[in-house]
């Protein structure tokens, strides 16, 4: 078994940059990391900030909780507030958030903002962008939210995403008004923590121990994903908190328009979306618009976010989240009327393929601005059940070279799969363009080869990570620094 400590992961960080100069440039001119503590970062900040933005407050504790999944199964897990998921944020675009996290948890923890363009030292990464935050203590989070969208915050700290560490954070926008009668936010999880006693550390230690396996075997085989779908038999899968035998209930009126918000908070799953007897019109991935496309399913990787529309039917029906490749679902009821509706039961929407984020496309006013590519750099994604080694470029985190780029360039980054199994692709404090698409978090399937583009105007240290919880604790994250 292989741990390290975060710790000197920054002092690692900026040696890898300072010491990829050596020998081809003086030392006067050789690229320093732009630290969370830099003027630029302060600066980008104040950039956002708009006269007189409104501040709103949020409190949350982590701390260890008993949580009523429904259908008689108590688990003891980690919670914020001992909820699960934990209570939503919600604001509007341009406020700013003022969060207090206080940690009641035995280990250290910290809030990372998934999907925000926040200041950098707000970012929550331990040892990278500011200290974790020890047992007993607490740390106030304050920045401008510049964007609206579908978002949730989680730790970034071990394997504690896995636990029930996880709530929405919704960022509304005037401009949206109207748009739906009737609105609800779905948070899909896999979940083992406190069953059978099972915990995310636990099971993190024995994937870390490498299996032996036929080459190639896949464990929960997945066309759709083009191979393995997952590495961990998750017992339970929810949708906000309820298993399948208690769901939880979406009420609306018939002939109602629904907005769905649906965020996977899963650590190894993606899950198959339908509502049963429903078209869907996706209208938002990942917080930013897309040009509406209707579909019965859509496929949501790890990290990433949909917004969806509805016409809500007369009477009860399922919504359906299926574990891709894992013969188990998650589900919740949507009721306009009495009646019954057996969550349990076929789906006809779920057959078929599912809709992807690939085969959506922003409107161009917001796409970024097309101009050539300033810095390129090659992203190798690999890695095996046997060793559970989940590199980038060869290497494991904290070891991986940082992707150097500079304020205001364009970086490129062609990202390969080299293994066989997908990896949910997540990049901190930007939100990147892969063809006609923006987003934060990409579905890089097995030997497929990818492209995104992000403009560098939101400097600092960020993390470029998969989004499999597990992938990542392996080590598949690497940093996307900022020199100067
Ligand atoms: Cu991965």
Same mark, same amino acid.
């Given at each position: 078994?292989?741990?390290?400590?975060?710790?000197?992961?920054?002092?690692?960080? #900026?040696?890898?940059?300072? !010491? *990829? =100069? /050596?020998?081809?440039?003086p030392?006067s001119s050789a %690229?320093?990391? &732009?630290?969370? +503590?830099d003027?630029?970062?302060a600066?980008?900040?104040? #950039?956002?900030?708009?006269? !007189? *933005? =409104? /501040?709103?407050?949020a409190?949350?504790?982590?701390? %260890?909780?008993? &949580?009523?999944? +429904?259908g008689?199964?108590?688990?003891?897990?980690?919670?914020?507030?001992?909820?699960?998921?934990?209570?939503?944020?919600?604001?509007?675009?341009?406020?700013?958030?003022?969060?207090?996290v206080?940690?009641?948890?035995?280990?250290?923890?910290?809030?990372?903002?998934?999907?925000?363009a926040?200041?950098?030292?707000?970012?929550?990464?331990?040892?990278?962008?500011?200290?974790?935050?020890a047992?007993?203590?607490?740390?106030?989070?304050?920045?401008?939210?510049?964007?609206a969208g579908?978002?949730?915050?989680h730790?970034?700290?071990?394997?504690?995403?896995?636990r029930?560490?996880?709530?929405p954070?919704?960022v509304?926008?005037p401009?949206?008004?109207?748009?739906?009668?009737?609105e609800?936010?779905?948070?899909?999880d896999?979940w083992?923590?406190?069953?059978?006693?099972r915990?995310?550390?636990?099971?993190l230690?024995?994937?870390?121990?490498?299996?032996?396996?036929?080459?190639?075997?896949?464990?929960?085989p997945?066309?759709?994903l083009?191979?393995?779908a997952?590495?961990?038999?998750?017992?339970h899968?929810?949708?906000?908190?309820?298993t399948?035998?208690e769901p939880?209930?979406?009420?609306?009126?018939?002939?109602?328009r629904?907005?769905l918000?649906?965020?996977?908070?899963g650590?190894d799953?993606?899950?198959?979306?339908?509502?049963?007897?429903?078209?869907?019109t996706v209208?938002?991935?990942?917080g930013?618009?897309?040009?509406?496309?209707e579909?019965?399913?859509?496929?949501?990787g790890?990290g990433e976010?949909?917004d969806v529309l509805?016409?809500?039917?007369?009477?009860?029906?399922?919504?359906?989240?299926?574990?891709e490749g894992?013969?188990?679902?998650?589900a919740?009821?949507?009721?306009?009327?009495?009646?019954?509706?057996d969550?349990t039961?076929?789906?006809?929407?779920?057959?078929?393929?599912?809709?992807?984020?690939?085969?959506?496309?922003?409107?161009?006013?917001r796409?970024?601005?097309?101009?050539?590519?300033?810095?390129t750099h090659?992203v190798?994604?690999?890695?095996?059940?046997?060793?559970?080694?989940?590199?980038i470029?060869?290497r494991?985190?904290?070891?991986?070279?940082?992707?150097?780029?500079r304020?205001?360039?364009?970086a490129?980054?062609?990202?390969?799969n080299?293994?066989?199994?997908?990896?949910?692709?997540h990049l901190?404090?930007?939100?990147?363009?892969?063809?006609?698409?923006?987003?934060d978090?990409?579905l890089?399937?097995p030997?497929?080869?990818?492209?995104?583009?992000?403009?560098?105007d939101?400097p600092?240290?960020w993390?470029?990570?998969c989004?499999?919880?597990?992938?990542?604790?392996a080590?598949?994250?690497?940093t996307v620094?900022y020199v100067?």
């Open positions: 078994m292989r741990t390290w400590s975060r710790r000197g992961f920054l002092t690692a960080a #900026a040696a890898a940059t300072a !010491g *990829a =100069a /050596v020998g081809c440039a030392e %690229p320093t990391p &732009v630290l969370p +503590g003027p630029s970062v600066a980008a900040e104040r #950039a956002r900030r708009l006269d !007189g *933005a =409104a /501040v709103v407050a409190a949350m504790t982590a701390a %260890p909780a008993t &949580v009523d999944l +429904g008689g199964l108590a688990v003891a897990t980690w919670a914020y507030d001992g909820r699960v998921p934990g209570k939503e944020i919600r604001l509007k675009a341009g406020q700013v958030l003022s969060a207090t206080t940690n009641g948890l035995p280990v250290d923890t910290t809030l990372h903002w998934h999907g925000l926040v200041r950098n030292d707000a970012d929550g990464v331990p040892h990278l962008t500011q200290d974790p935050i047992p007993g203590g607490s740390r106030v989070f304050e920045f401008t939210v510049p964007d579908t978002h949730w915050f730790p970034h700290v071990g394997v504690q995403l896995d029930g560490l996880y709530a954070l919704i509304e926008d401009a949206d008004l109207g748009r739906q009668d009737a609800a936010v779905l948070v899909l896999d083992l923590d406190g069953v059978d006693g915990d995310p550390d636990a099971e230690a024995t994937l870390l121990k490498g299996m032996e396996m036929d080459h190639g075997m896949a464990m929960f997945s066309p759709v083009g191979g393995d997952g590495d961990v038999a998750h017992p899968f929810l949708i906000n908190g309820r399948i035998a939880h209930v979406v009420t609306a009126g018939p002939g109602q629904v907005l918000r649906l965020i996977n908070a650590a799953t993606a899950f198959r979306f339908a509502v049963a007897g429903h078209r869907l209208i938002a991935t990942d930013y618009p897309v040009v509406p496309v579909t019965s399913s859509l496929l949501i790890m976010r949909y509805l016409t809500a039917g007369d009477g009860a029906f399922p919504i359906v989240a299926a574990a894992k013969g188990a679902r998650a919740a009821l949507l009721r306009t009327a009495s009646g019954a509706a969550v039961a076929g789906v006809p929407e779920l057959l078929g393929t599912p809709l992807l984020g690939i085969d959506l496309t922003t409107p161009p006013e796409l970024l601005p097309a101009r050539p590519a300033d810095v090659d190798v994604l690999a890695g095996d059940m046997a060793t559970y080694d989940w590199t470029n060869g494991l985190h904290p070891d991986v070279p940082p992707f150097e780029v304020e205001g360039q364009r490129r980054f062609r990202v390969q080299a293994s066989a199994m997908f990896h949910p692709v901190h404090g930007h939100t990147f363009q892969t063809g006609s698409l923006r987003k978090t990409l890089v399937l030997g497929q080869k990818a492209e995104f583009e992000m403009r560098a939101n600092g240290q993390m470029l990570h989004h499999n919880a597990y992938h990542g604790e080590g598949m994250m690497a620094s100067k």
